[in-house]
């Protein structure tokens, strides 16, 4: 139907129920009924109620006797709208100088739907007041016009990576995790990726260092929601972040090479966030309510046990790992702790971290639980069950038997966050530490030169619990008894053998199973999960594309040019990325092995007849602060004032600037620029955070090169609040990934097919190095 016939049908009911007796007015009462019964927007509403799930926590006891009620009562409360900011970039401190004295006095005394706006308030137990919470929820965040001001920034901060919108309780597993800027972390179940981009601040602890030891590799199985985590990682510009695409319960082994010799890579911190049931998201997903039953947690916990044990197999002795859920489920929580505790003969140990995060109320686990099928039918001990629930309920599920090696894992160090105690989400959390390896790794590694037949049967193992029949590779690995050295010998026979081109890492396959590697993989598999990415190709030592680039810009002799790479193989070089050596290290040596989404953050793009400006290349803002400190020529210091007039006029004359950026720029060669405004100690009331910016010197001109939503973040640093009004008059609101490569003083065309100039306020994004579908 037509939007024109479906008007005069529309037309035509509302004569004939005006032409009915009560007219109108009884047509308004029985839609109001109706919206009253919960059919506003076409969904009837969800009641929050759930006997079962109120049957089995009071059975089991998970909340202190006498809070019930307050419990249940939160679990029906909306979530409230929680943020955190950045905490490893520079202006950290001058975001929430402009939180607390701006937009928090805004909320004062403000009334939204007859409701008091609570001013927001610090996290307790999170570091430096970088986390705050409020009673707003995110539709009266959206739709409040007193809010929009309030909503506008968080979008734009949002956008630019100095904010995070993300709920309390998932903050807590980064921090536990107590990660360094040296430390090797692997995230297991990463997307959407908040808090990936929590690891990622507490690498770059130190700005000053541009390319710190430490690393992260997040991992997730949806090929999709790997799209999302590249989006959340790029907004935070690190060159030590790779997004991978994985099945967590067998991502493969990687290797790296230590001093002329193929190693295999030990993570020192690894967060398992694992897939669950989520019933402590109640508050925020309410669907939750309707659908929950114990089927969820009784199908979860091998796939979650399975996770658990491949993480521990990956991390280095002495390192940390993290295991969480949104779920309160002790067969989701502290049956899968016990099971992996149990099955590692005493390799792992919980932590105590009752201390590490003072100001956060906590539940200790659980000693004792039973087993409820969807019926509600309950078992208190494996031997209870009867042999036709065997593949549903499994032995791991209950708590050990021998008292004395239960109170020997001390589940109580375990955390149990209920929804009540801080008005939060539910969420359980264990840390787990590796004393020595897992007792299927130990065995010893085979003598030089006596090969692995890969067609030999598999010895019998122990029997997992978990499952009847072993069907997982990175059970397989472990039971064979398999050692590191042993299949660090194999991969790197593999690739002495291989004919693997140098410096090109595109071949993504998905391999779990290292005997796997000693036949070559069929050619289909690199097609077999979303889309086939573009290779990662780093630029040779003698190619003949750097040399300009360096001179041009002056470059340090120590910079790790070999860390430089790009996403073809043919035709030009388009945009230049860059990752730490580390990750350089990491995508050599594994490209068979790994499927990798994305990595590397972009420092250089292509200009259309660059080389009549001494160098094909300009600078690009999302890499600036980490290519800023080898640059040591084309950079113009500029003043507060100036920087104002460079990001709000389009391309502004030398003369509006000041006389000595001026004097700076007029004997400069037309180009890319780097413009630094470093802070006056003697203004205290001035911005006190440095800005890096990327420009472009014309003729007689000055340009920046900025995403959008970073300029309008420094801008309102410096006080300014630009409206939509103001940005529809002319305000340059231009995004870096749509402005044009030359400024638009006729000293170059654009070329076809190359990025053109955006109007001002028109909202683009940056493309996140070659992530997304191919075109």
């Not at 307790?124 to 409040?144: C, D, G």
């Not at 290292?514 to 086939?532: D, E, I, R, T």
Request: neutral net charge; charged residues 25%.
């Amino acid at each position: 139907m037509g939007r024109r016939s479906r008007g005069r049908r529309l037309q035509q009911q509302q004569q004939q129920q005006q032409q009915r007796p009560g007219g109108a007015e009884d047509s308004a009462e029985g839609g109001g009924k109706r919206n009253d019964a919960g059919w506003e927007g076409g969904y009837p509403e969800i009641i929050k109620e759930n006997k079962l799930f109120e049957h089995y926590y009071q059975e089991l006891k998970i909340v202190p006797e006498g809070e019930w009620d307050q419990f249940m009562a939160a679990l029906r409360e909306p979530l409230p709208a929680t943020l955190r900011i950045t905490g490893y970039k520079s202006h950290a401190k001058e975001i929430l100088h402009c939180l607390k004295n701006k937009y928090f006095k805004e909320l004062e005394d403000l009334e939204v739907d007859g409701q008091k706006v609570e001013v927001p308030q610090p996290l307790s137990w999170y570091p430096e007041e970088l986390a705050w919470h409020t009673n707003l929820s995110r539709k009266i965040l959206r739709k409040s016009p007193q809010l929009e001001k309030f909503h506008q920034f968080l979008v734009s901060e949002t956008e630019s990576g100095n904010i995070s919108r993300q709920e309390a309780v998932s903050m807590i597993p980064p921090l536990l995790l107590n990660a360094h800027p040296h430390h090797k972390i692997l995230d297991m179940c990463a997307a959407p990726g908040s808090k990936t981009a929590q690891l990622i601040e507490m690498l770059h602890a130190d700005m000053r260092v541009p390319f710190p030891e430490g690393f992260v590799i997040a991992n997730d199985v949806d090929n999709k929601r790997c799209y999302l985590l590249v989006h959340q990682a790029k907004r935070l510009s690190s060159p030590c972040i790779m997004v991978v695409n994985h099945d967590a319960s067998c991502i493969p082994r990687l290797q790296m090479d230590v001093n002329g010799r193929k190693e295999i890579l030990f993570y020192d911190r690894i967060l398992c966030d694992v897939p669950c049931s989520g019933d402590g998201t109640m508050r925020k997903n309410i669907d939750v309510w309707k659908k929950w039953t114990t089927l969820n947690s009784l199908q979860l916990h091998g796939l979650q046990l399975r996770i658990a044990t491949r993480g521990a197999e990956q991390l280095v002795e002495g390192g940390r790992m993290v295991y969480s859920t949104c779920s309160l489920n002790p067969i989701e929580d502290e049956a899968v702790i016990a099971s992996l505790l149990e099955k590692s003969e005493g390799a792992l140990e919980l932590a105590d971290v009752s201390s590490e995060l003072p100001g956060l109320k906590w539940m200790p686990g659980l000693s004792q639980w039973k087993v409820m099928t969807k019926d509600g039918q309950w078992f208190a001990e494996w031997d209870d069950v009867p042999r036709g629930r065997h593949t549903q309920i499994r032995p791991t599920m209950f708590p050990p038997r021998d008292p004395e090696k239960l109170q020997a894992m001390h589940l109580e160090h375990c955390l149990r966050i209920l929804p009540h105690h801080q008005n939060t989400g539910g969420f359980f959390v264990a840390v787990l530490m590796k004393k020595c390896s897992m007792p299927w790794n130990k065995r010893p590694p085979k003598p030089q030169g006596e090969s692995a037949d890969p067609r030999a049967p598999l010895q019998p193992s122990p029997s997992d619990p978990t499952v009847g029949s072993t069907s997982d590779p990175s059970e397989l690995e472990g039971k064979t008894g398999t050692s590191d050295t042993e299949m660090t010998e194999r991969t790197g026979n593999l690739e002495n053998n291989g004919s693997k081109k140098d410096g090109v890492c595109g071949l993504q396959v998905d391999l779990c199973h290292p005997h796997s590697l000693l036949s070559p993989p069929p050619s289909k598999k690199m097609k077999l999960f979303g889309f086939k990415e573009d290779p990662f190709v780093f630029i040779p030592e003698d190619d003949p594309l750097f040399p300009p680039i360096q001179k041009f810009y002056a470059l340090d002799p120590s910079f790790p040019k070999m860390n430089l790479l790009t996403r073809t193989t043919e035709g030009k070089k388009r945009q230049l990325y860059m990752v730490s050596k580390e990750l350089r290290n990491v995508l050599l040596n594994n490209s068979e092995r790994m499927k990798v989404i994305n990595t590397g953050i972009k420092v250089w793009c292509r200009n259309n007849s660059g080389e009549e400006f001494d160098c094909a290349f300009r600078l690009a803002q999302e890499g600036i602060y980490t290519l800023y400190p080898f640059i040591n020529s084309r950079i113009i210091t500029v003043s507060i004032e100036d920087v104002k007039i460079l990001l709000t006029q389009e391309n502004p004359f030398f003369r509006k600037l000041s006389s000595e950026t001026y004097s700076q720029a007029k004997d400069m060669a037309k180009g890319s620029v780097v413009l630094k405004y470093e802070p006056d100690p003697t203004k205290p009331d001035t911005l006190r955070c440095p800005i890096v910016l990327c420009g472009w010197r014309g003729k007689a001109s000055i340009r920046t090169f900025v995403p959008k939503n970073e300029r309008l973040h420094y801008l309102r640093m410096m006080g300014l609040e630009v409206s939509a009004e103001k940005k529809k008059d002319g305000a340059a609101q231009m995004d870096e990934s749509t402005a044009s490569p030359v400024p638009p003083d006729g000293e170059a065309a654009a070329e076809p097919g190359a990025e053109q100039p955006a109007s001002p306020g028109a909202s683009t994004s940056s493309d996140p190095a070659g992530a997304g579908p191919p075109r």
